[in-house]
């Protein structure tokens, strides 16, 4: 099956390049409200379902315990730039279990934001693991198994305690299988597991909606999803996608993107999860593929329609500030 | 028409992330040596034609006026990383014509290249012109108005005399139209061309074989690309693509890479010129068809076409240097 082609680059009055791309839009009870492209290959959701793997440390007290507030889980949810305020509260969280940036298994790296990179250079730094996009998530798989009482040490590996929970809590959340044959590891050395799109949108729909969800996991997706919406920066970033997007309807939409190409998002109030994928793994183009989704479903409201609609449309500049094309919706997401 | 896959992503035993692309191989005379999807579509070659955008600097004797060794034309004919030596010979070229960084035109930006940025960062620096990838290119535009005795300011204008040497100059070696209708603005501020790979790439066998051109020409095409050839890490830089293709066949192979995931290529010995785009526009794409392309091109030389094969097919390691995947080259360029 062919994937369509959403996204197109211009230049001048040529289209230059272009973007294909599979997305899913799902109610809670599994109904499909979008499809475009092959919704049921398996593609690895990367970092979109952290809210998804975060629900463990919810479900099991961890998060009370160590008194985590909105912006912890936000962070816990987050693929964040690396700027000090990231930092600094994936740093306490892991203090808060009595533990330290070298008992992170995330790696480090500098920031992808070349802003903050060029800040963290000039100030000397060199990369630390709070400094992983993924450290968030990291500070609370590692609070999920300390409160467990499970030793922490190797927490990144398959059959380690904490991968197992989320290994059970995900896939019983998308309805899709997930075990050592779709599995890959991820960026940060976690199990990432490929399973089709239309599954995921649905899992972020339960989680949007509590469809079909016991009573605790209906609360703790909800305090998940609650907690990002009303910390957006925290979950990525000064001038990022997913805090943008959260920023033009608060309380209204939850987004969260992942490596190569995915994009993850909920309307509560619509009932629906949106999982997408850019079928090469750009991220320009799996930004506009969301923004241009969530645009439709905000169709009835204007404002909110139009900031949407600007952010899928992007004016492209060159080094001398000149306006040299765009990056924009195409084929079923344009118009 | 459909553009075929030609490179796929895998993480673990999943296909993660597909690149489809348009190849042409053409040879002196114009004929298809090999031709994968759309090679009629035109496309703007941005970078990658750099070394036909030199050539007038050569025939007018502007190079020879300023003393212009293989460094220098190297440099002229590169998108280079921004590297203290590529910064102080653009700076030395437009100084042998009396002029200094304000008299590019380029625009300012930090090195693409991140271990360059975080040097530039940590010593203090900002971004000036003369780190621009483009500053070679302009510092021999530079040089070439001040030769011809034509005032250089607005030199990246249309109707500058530059750019309407270099336009009819690249027209008349690709045999398509370039003029206000196929036009786009380049990241560099020059005006760029859309045109059909099919031609792009019989203009690059033309240069390597001086096939249909005059003498000055065809001596003019032969001292650039034996300039980039001899001195690839002023075409590029450490650890570029086009550095290391040339590395790997000294004087056999020229290569050179242009933005939105074009690379052009000719072989000299086999008298072809090869111009390819992955669609998507990504660089990890088209550096595996252009160097799957040139191991079948070398398939006779079992060193070569071993390097070539291992350049196509690279390991992604994560953060913490666990193999995670592969990018490697598929359908018509697999095997």
Redesign the interface.
Known sequence: M?NPVLVE?T????V?????GMVAVVDGDGGLVMGLGDIDR???PRSATKSMQALALVETGAADAYGFGERELALACSSHSGEPGHMALAGDMAARAGLGEADF??????SSE?SV??EQ??A?DKPNQLG?NCSGKHAGFLCLSCHAGVDHHGYVGYDHFVQSTIRDTVSSLTGDPMGV?????????IP?Y?SPLRGIAHGFARMATGTGLGPVRAKAAKRLMSACMAEPWYVAGTGRACTELMQIAPGRIFAKTGA??VFCAAVPEKGVGIALKC????GR?AETMVAAVLAKLFADDGEICGKLGAMASRTMR?????E??TVRPAGELAG
Chains 1, 2 share one sequence.
């Open positions: 062919q680059v230049r001048g009055a040529v230059e390049s272009l973007h294909r398996p593609v690895f298994e995330c790696g480090r790296h500098w070349q990179l060029i250079a000039r000397g992983n044959d779709n599995c890959g590891t991820d960026g940060c050395s990432t490929a190569e190409g079928e090469d793994g750009a183009g060159n080094w001398n500030g000149i040299v094309g």
